[in-house]
């Protein structure tokens, strides 16, 4: 079992930056494979960034392709998702996934454990 913990989410003015963080305990969180995912109301969880289980590879959604950096501290047990230069559209709830899948999935179903999310609210 992998237990997830999502943080750093909170209010903000549009062109703002925020830093989330992804806490794990449990099963050796190195050997996983780590994604940020986002809800808005009514729409569908969406694809936001991945990256593998040793850092070196990233993805991300064209959405915030530029915008947002996604990086892990192995020894910290923890992956980081900096958003700058944030809009009214990255407003949502967003959750932070794993599983053990290689390369990361670019969707929900591909992901075992998740945390409970964390709200970001961006206003203009």
């Known amino acids: 079992q992998v237990q997830l913990v999502e943080s750093g989410g909170g209010s903000v003015t549009a062109g703002d930056s925020l830093r989330l963080s992804c806490a794990a305990s449990g099963r050796t969180f190195g050997n996983y494979a780590v994604g940020w995912f986002r809800q808005a109301p009514g729409n569908d969880r969406e694809f936001v960034a991945a990256?593998?289980?040793?850092?070196?590879?990233?993805y991300y959604g064209d959405s915030v392709k530029g915008r947002f950096i996604i990086s892990r501290d192995i020894a910290k047990n923890t992956v980081y998702l900096q958003m700058n230069s944030l809009n009214a559209e990255d407003a949502a709830v967003y959750y932070c996934?794993?599983?053990?899948?290689?390369?990361?999935?670019?969707?929900?179903?591909?992901?075992?454990?998740w945390g409970q999310g964390t709200q970001v609210t961006v206003s203009s």
């Open positions: 996934a794993a599983d053990e899948g290689s390369p990361p999935s670019y969707y929900a179903m591909g992901y075992e454990y």
């Open positions: 990256i593998n289980w040793s850092g070196i590879s990233t």
